[in-house]
């Protein structure tokens, strides 16, 4: 596939600043550096200049936002995620010329993209990356840029980091022209908070309508004109202080876009910088080509050969598949263990590596890739068989793909799922599958995360809830007697040890009652706080479902065709009704409703004294309700009452349309609003005999004894409300 990717031009090398995990000393993608830390060790992640290996994942940029609209059966959350992270905009890309005496050598303006060029005349300063071109110019000869730009690489590499960290500048000697106002000369500032992978790596900062720029502005003591005024202001009292105003309004302060509207200002000012020739109106994306190269022994080998001569050249496809060595790794030291192997890299003197191309010495890649490259087809490899002669049966995954639903959790929003869209996209255009819209999968369905409280000495150790007991709301160590401090409930995590191990709830509860617990408890796409209590409870109730069918044995279920009335008859139709609310509770993903609902038909069958034909079918479609969620008690229970085979083979019940059919509506009535009584009514009947059974209810006659009745609204077999004074 990495050969196939490197013959349609998505494959790439290039010197580039990454982010680098000090700890597992290896390059990060952007969507791995989490808050300014690396996903998988916490630390603080470092810019690196590094030659790397990347996907070309830009070049979908606008297919993959397409086609996000036609993934209507994903959580509309994930969606959004993906369109912000592939971040189109719209805007404009000009140049500010340098002033006469600061220009540098064959740099004479700077270039930055802008979504609101209709702000440009509140321009008061132009901040560029510590790593833009004209910085790395000006660094030559100044040691103090140069200890700017250590400090600011420091502090993180994404914009999560960098927007929540503080805001620093350094003063540059340079100066540009403002385009519209030739008088106006505005400062050019290094800043931190402008990253060089996006946009232009230039930004220009008008600090009335831009919160970070104004508070850029206000601690570097920079000029601050409002160009946006605000429905209802007046223009001479209209000030900014320490907010900045980013609403709508009409463009003033601003010469020949005085009077326009945001949308129209933006295209007016796109339309006078194109005729100056400073620029053109442009699209942007925020997604950044995936960097894949990474310095550790578990990925895939990069099948590429380092020649000194002929530069990076692929494999030969015969020498594939590359293949990790075995022997003589040793993972305890820091760095790349490929990198330092004694064959891998060079081969042996027997043996040493060649260049596919001109046959010379030369090296063998030793980054491997990122394993999110492994997990991005793994589904099509899957449907497509195991044939070693080609990565993917292209009739074969053609016929099974896109997968129907797939699960998965939220967190890889922009990191699995993006990827494997773009590798579907990629693989259909090298002619590997046959999938036109190139959408992996269908539908998705994001289960929540299972929760536990953390506990901690207070001096940063952590501790098992094994190890934690309770009394009197207080927490103790039983291992020392000390007190323990209870922390946030979060997600379950080794190394806040706030985990229960399942081997000790499967040896006291059974699997089941964990089972149970878990799809219980809330929406699975919500997480689930693990207690005891709620184990506890789980497995309460399972022993109310043994104790049920105790009382039932040779029972046996019995087909829906049965006739009967009074009680039993309430029971088949609540049995039913309950049967139909399950089903739809499965199929929609919406486990914990059928959880409730057959609480509630256990409840009924519990009240429900009489071994006979009603609770015999009502028990049988009990069980086997219940036997995707507690298997295994439902094969004990299925054999007990004497069912054929296995529950597990067993069909699914299927519920009666007639005994769905409400033959009586339970109808509340209200007096001025306030409930105070209910009826049950046949349905559809007419109102005036409503009307003449409500007044006959002694509660309602007790209520309005005294009142004066203006007028009785009935919701035809929903609710009744009284009007009186």
Known sequence: IFLKFWEKGLV????AK?????????????????????WRSGAIVEQRDMDQWFFKITHYAEELLDGIKSLDRWPEKVRTMQANWIGKSKGLQMKFKLEGQTKLNNISSIEVFTTRPDTLFGASFIALSPDHPVVLKLQENNTKIESFRKKCNKIGTTEEAIASAEKLGYKTDLFVSHPFDKSISIPVYIANFVLMEYGTGAIFGCPAHDQRDLDFALKYNLNILPVVLPEGEIKSTFKINKKAYTGEGVLYNSGFLNGLNETDGITAAIKRIEEMG???????YRLRDWGVSR???????????????CGPQPVKETDLPVLLPYENINLNIPGNPLDRHPTFKRGSEKEPILCSVCGGKAERETDTLDTFADSSWYFARFAGGNDPSTPIDKEKASNWLPVDQYIGGVEHAVLHLLYARFFTKALRDCGLINLPKGEPFTGLFTQGMVTHATFSDGGGNFILP????????KYININNGKPVIKGDVIKMSKSKKNVVDPEDIIEAYGADVARWFVLSDSPPERDVEWTESGVIGAWRFSKKIWSIVESSKNIGPLPVDIEVSGKALELRKFTHK????????????????????IYELTNELKKYNTNDKARAESLGILIRTLAPFMPHLAEECWDYIGGAGLCYSAPWPKYDKELLVEECSVMPIQ?????????????????????????????IMRAIDGLVIKKIIIVPNRIINIVAS
């Open 671 to 699: 007096i001025n609003g306030k409930r105070r009584s209910q009826i049950s009514i046949p349905l559809n009947t007419p109102n005036c005999d409503i009307e003449e059974m409500v007044m006959s209810d002694e509660v």
């Open 18 to 38: 990454v982010n680098w995990d000090p700890v597992d000393n290896t390059v990060l993608a952007n969507e791995q550096v989490i808050d300014g830390k690396g």
């Open 466 to 473: 094994s190890c934690v007991s309770e009394k009197d709301g």
């Open 12 to 15: 790439y090398r290039k010197t």
């Open 578 to 597: 309950a049967l139909e609310k399950i089903t739809a509770g499965i199929e929609g993903f919406r486990f914990n409703t059928s959880v409730a609902q």
């Open 295 to 309: 310095q550790r022994y578990w990925g895939c080998p990069i099948p590429v050969i380092k020649c000194p001569t």
């Open 278 to 284: 400073l620029g053109k109106g442009t699209v942007n």
